[in-house]
């Protein structure tokens, strides 16, 4: 493996994602970046690979450290209004989402959840061994945090569900699916827009901070479905939620919460390079 003090002389990942994400991608000047290969062996002698995973992990775990100790003291109360209830729990997530990304975009592209990891690798932005790499990771990390919050209140946290994703009474698994697949159909797709190198290029007139739509969505994400299926929309945070609390009733319906993200990252990968990157495109520069 490279030495941590070659990485740093390098100053950028020797493997980098082929098409960088957050404010990496906002430069004026576009050249369309090659396909990302699905295997690049060089990357696991690479620090920076590892680095990478180890931002992914730390990210998710404190991600559902925060919120589900948020939705714990919204369930806990005996008065809703007492509590900062689902616009507060939405709130949490969402802007979870916006500071972690903001921290982590530059070193691991700021995932946090496989199904934007899977949304990106159909693209073609990141390799197989990367995108692989970065779920388990995210899944740990989830796992984790789940885990830290049972330690400290066991009691709690197994009376008052520990912040599992289930299909809620009065809908049916169907509905369940189709929200987990249009939540993350809307998420993913603004992650595409916000980090879209190309659309920087074309659009310079309108400045973006790309964590900002991406915690907005989940923001309004949740308020949408928190009713529905309490709001999954990320397999690693469904996952670690379902193995700690580890109840029937959390595994019934955890294929919801794999297959609905997988298929709307899916969707929104396919539109966005499909559709929204098909737009005829020329970086020119005009002198007055």
Request: hydrophobic content about 45%; some cysteine.
């Given at each position: 493996?490279?030495?941590k ?5 390098l ?10 994400l ?8 576009y ?10 062996p060089?990357?696991l ?15 998710t775990?404190l991600?559902?450290?925060?919120t ?11 008065n ?6 689902i ?9 979870m989402i916006?500071?972690?990304?903001y ?9 946090i959840?496989?199904a ?5 690798l159909?693209?073609r932005?990141?390799?197989?061994t ?8 995210q ?7 789940a885990?830290?919050?049972?330690g400290?209140?066991?009691s709690?946290?197994e ?34 827009s ?10 310079s007139?309108?400045?973006?901070l790309?964590?900002?739509?991406i ?22 945070r ?8 580890n ?6 319906d ?13 969707l ?7 559709i929204?990157?098909?737009?005829p ?8």
């Amino acid at each position: 493996m490279e030495g941590k003090e070659e990485d740093v002389k390098l100053g950028a990942n020797k493997f980098p994602e082929r098409q960088p994400l957050g404010t990496a991608a906002q430069s004026k000047g576009y050249k369309e970046p090659p396909p990302a290969p699905l295997f690049e062996p060089g990357e696991l002698k690479s620090w920076s690979f590892y680095r990478a995973g180890i931002a992914e992990f730390m990210a998710t775990f404190l991600f559902l450290y925060i919120t589900i100790l948020t939705v714990m003291g919204v369930n806990r109360s005996p008065n809703k209004c007492a509590t900062v209830g689902i616009q507060g729990i939405a709130w949490a997530f969402g802007g979870m989402i916006f500071a972690l990304v903001y921290c982590t975009a530059g070193i691991s592209g700021g995932h946090i959840n496989p199904a934007v990891t899977f949304g990106l690798l159909l693209a073609r932005k990141l390799s197989l061994t990367r995108a692989l790499f970065y779920m388990v990771m995210q899944c740990l990390g989830a796992i984790c945090g789940a885990g830290v919050v049972k330690g400290f209140q066991p009691s709690p946290y197994e009376l008052l569900g520990g912040g599992a994703n289930v299909v809620n009474h009065g809908y049916t698994k169907g509905d369940g699916l189709g929200a987990e697949i249009v939540g993350t159909f809307v998420l993913v797709y603004t992650v595409f827009s916000a980090t879209d190198a190309k659309r920087n290029a074309r659009d310079s007139h309108v400045p973006i901070l790309a964590p900002l739509p991406i915690g907005f969505a989940v923001f309004l994400v949740h308020l949408a479905t928190i009713p529905i299926t309490g709001t999954g929309i990320n397999p690693a945070r469904s996952l670690g939620a379902a193995i700690i609390y580890n109840r029937d009733h959390a595994w019934d319906d955890m294929w919801i919460f794999w297959v609905g993200p997988f298929i709307g990252a899916a969707l929104a990968a396919i539109y966005h390079q499909v559709i929204i990157r098909a737009i005829p495109f020329k970086a020119s520069s005009t002198s007055i």
